[in-house]
């Protein structure tokens, strides 16, 4: 109940912040503001056969959409993107890992090609959860390599807990366990706090939709592009592919799914097993992440005895994207442990 009044609290001081923000942006330049660019095709870098091939499975009552290339006779490796991103932020794991397993990168709820349920309860955490549950056994498996990134990783870490039958091994990236981040929030470290501002104003109905869209979706470019936010190695993720994300997020009602997982998160919390968790896992840290605390990736010997962190120092929230090479080779010596 705390954690709940805590977030109504922050919304509204955030939220208000940000709509006298949002107005004065619009007032300045409200041509600049408002236009968008038509986005009708997709950009060559989503159709590059090298990356796999489009299949749509349906699993948990819902038709997803994913990206596979590798022999399906072998382990799946299943990757769980964050927000804002989709399938296409693993292309860098996808041609490493699918000459030695079934690589699946899917478009999760809400996102991109995958359907879209209108309801915002539909988007808890023990629903995304079940998801995965739904999909592995859907994807011809009956168990997988789990790997993810952000959200992804919140719904990770649950499927691991509630299911460790199902995940052989889990990597997660630049996301803490539940647990860890109620511990670090609730210690007192407003610095985080801070840094979540943008959780607690997505709880706010529209505003955020509409925010995300200023300025032909700015906001998405700074996050990936951006002095404090953005990558630092331009040649792994150049300013060029941003238009990726633009064309997904540019679609009709594409941004109010993603965002109802933040929407879900305080009132609809999942309730993880309190013991340690038993999968051998994987924690891979890009330090310079402008959202989450680095010193929250050493608190997670207390989730479990498997855990092992890595940090890439100069490196941000979107590791898996901006330190491809390194990624990768933490996560090859993690598998052939």
Not at 302 to 330: F, M, R
């Amino acid at each position: 109940m705390a954690a709940i009044v805590l977030c109504f609290v922050l919304t509204g001081i955030f939220g208000s912040l940000t709509v006298l923000h949002t107005v004065a942006r619009i007032i300045w330049s409200p041509w600049r503001a408002l236009t968008k660019q038509r986005r009708d095709a997709p950009p060559s870098c989503l159709l590059d056969p090298s990356l796999g091939t489009h299949n749509y499975v349906t699993a948990n009552g819902l038709k997803f959409h994913y990206v596979s290339s590798g022999d399906k006779t072998k382990p799946l490796m299943l990757f769980l993107h964050g927000f804002p991103e989709f399938w296409f932020s693993w292309r860098h794991q996808i041609k490493e890992f699918s000459k030695d397993y079934h690589v699946v990168a899917i478009d999760m709820r809400g996102y991109n090609e995958t359907e879209r349920p209108t309801k915002r309860s539909d988007y808890a955490v023990d629903i995304l959860q079940k998801d995965i549950i739904k999909l592995v056994p859907a994807l011809g498996h009956d168990t997988c390599i789990l790997v993810a990134h952000d959200w992804g990783g919140v719904v990770a870490w649950a499927v691991a807990a509630k299911n460790p039958e199902l995940v052989e091994k889990l990597i997660v990236m630049n996301c803490p366990h539940p647990r860890i981040y109620e511990m670090f929030i609730t210690e007192g470290n407003i610095g985080q706090v801070k840094k979540s501002n943008y959780m607690y104003i997505f709880q706010l109905p529209w505003l955020p939709e509409f925010i995300l869209q200023l300025h032909d979706y700015k906001l998405l470019y700074d996050c990936f592009q951006g002095k404090e936010m953005g990558v630092h190695n331009k040649a792994s993720f150049p300013p060029s592919l941003v238009e990726a994300y633009k064309y997904v997020f540019s679609k009709p009602g594409a941004l109010t799914g993603p965002i109802n997982y933040y929407r879900c998160m305080f009132t609809q919390p999942s309730k993880l097993p309190s013991g340690p968790l038993m999968v051998p896992t994987l924690l891979i840290w890009g330090d310079d992440d402008a959202a989450l605390d680095k010193k929250m990736a050493d608190m997670h010997t207390s989730v479990g005895t498997n855990v092992v962190v890595k940090h890439i120092p100069n490196c941000s929230h979107w590791v898996q994207q901006d330190a491809a090479d390194t990624v990768n080779q933490y996560m090859r010596e993690f598998l052939e442990v």
